[in-house]
């Protein structure tokens, strides 16, 4: 009678366990979605508290220290601060030249080592370019977020001077006027210039190309 009653204890527990797999598998999913909202609501790109700013700018549900972007101490940054440094024009000029822009889809922040793969947007070379400069210990540069004629935009900032490191080549900027600083930061500070800025930023227009074509016609004025 027990190996009947063992049986048929069995079978009625392979026929629960897949309802119980999916009940957990929707449990799981409910929690990961909470967790997210511990921060901000789905689809928001920054949560800030007590001066610490948190960035979902990799992939989704990931939340990252946006200090945590600039690595003065990374490896592969220190081996091409070695090689090109410690003048900072040098170091800006190596990321002008070694970097192809290339538009993000989406949004998709690199770390250093990935955008010394040859490629990135500008808030990528801005945090390489950051990092280098900051490898030397000096505390002055920032990358500096906000928008270049309205649009989004992201530069490297060194004891005040915009570093562009779009170009292709390192060069003054010429129109400053046109950049609207809203954020900056390093892998130990932030600034934020009004409440909000940060979140604003991601609400800018993101036409790249246009961006792109504004700052190519400053420089080819600057040739002439």
Request: glycine fraction near 6%; aromatic fraction near 12%.
């Amino acid at each position: 009678m027990s190996s009947i009653i063992e049986e048929e204890w069995n079978r009625s527990f392979l026929r629960v366990l897949p309802v119980a797999s999916l009940g957990l598998g929707v449990l799981s999913t409910i929690m990961a979605i909470l967790t997210l909202q511990r921060y901000e609501p789905l689809g928001q790109r920054v949560y800030s508290q007590d001066g610490t700013y948190l960035v979902n700018v990799r992939y989704p549900g990931q939340w990252h220290d946006i200090r945590s972007f600039v690595q003065p101490t990374n490896p592969d940054v220190v081996a091409i601060y070695h090689q090109y440094g410690p003048h900072y024009w040098a170091l800006y000029d190596f990321v002008c030249r070694n970097i192809d822009y290339r538009r993000d889809i989406g949004e998709f922040w690199l770390t250093p080592s990935e955008t010394l793969r040859g490629y990135a947007d500008c808030e990528d070379t801005s945090i390489l370019l950051t990092s280098l400069i900051r490898a030397s210990g000096d505390p002055e540069a920032y990358v500096s977020l906000g928008s270049y004629q309205g649009y989004s935009h992201a530069w490297c900032q060194y004891r005040g001077e915009i570093m562009e490191s779009t170009f292709t080549q390192a060069r003054p900027v010429s129109d400053p006027e046109h950049y609207e600083l809203h954020f900056l930061f390093n892998e130990q500070d932030v600034i934020e210039l009004w409440p909000g800025a940060l979140g604003e930023i991601f609400d800018l227009r993101r036409d790249e190309a246009m961006k792109l074509g504004l700052m190519a016609e400053v420089v080819e004025c600057m040739s002439r």
